[in-house]
């Protein structure tokens, strides 16, 4: 089992940032693949962004590319999700989730859910 503790919502004005961290603990080694989630208020659950271990595999969300950018520290076991040039669409609530495959690469979360989710941030942007 891993636990994942998010952090760093809130409320933005359009145009504005936030970075959000999700704190893992438990099997937090056996992680491979670190990521995030949202859901917007109606919607369903979509994929936003997903790195590997080595952070050499990522991926994005079509409507997040070249807005957010995914990190992790390894030491820390914290995942990170800047957010620049925040829109309306963006509110939601964020989850963090974790991984163990190995064998597939960051866009395969693109349609695929992970095996692991924390409770969720709010992210709310204001226009």
């Known amino acids: 089992q891993v636990q994942l503790v998010e952090s760093g919502g809130g409320l933005v004005q359009s145009g504005g940032s936030l970075r959000l961290s999700c704190a893992a603990s438990?099997?937090?080694?056996?992680?491979?693949?670190m990521g995030w989630f949202r859901q917007a208020p109606g919607k369903e659950r979509e994929f936003v962004a997903a790195?590997?271990?080595?952070?050499?595999?990522?991926g994005y969300a079509d409507s997040v590319k070249g807005r957010f950018t995914i990190s992790r520290d390894n030491a820390k076991n914290t995942v990170y999700l800047q957010m620049n040039s925040l829109k309306s669409e963006d509110t939601g609530v964020y989850y963090c989730?974790?991984?163990?495959?190995?064998?597939?690469?960051?866009?395969?979360?693109?349609?695929?859910?992970?095996?692991?989710r924390g409770k969720g941030t709010l992210v709310t942007v204001s226009s």
């Open positions: 989730a974790a991984d163990p495959r190995t064998y597939v690469s960051g866009r395969y979360y693109e349609t695929h859910d992970m095996d692991y």
């Open positions: 438990g099997r937090a080694s056996s992680m491979y693949f």
């Open positions: 790195i590997s271990w080595s952070g050499d595999s990522t």
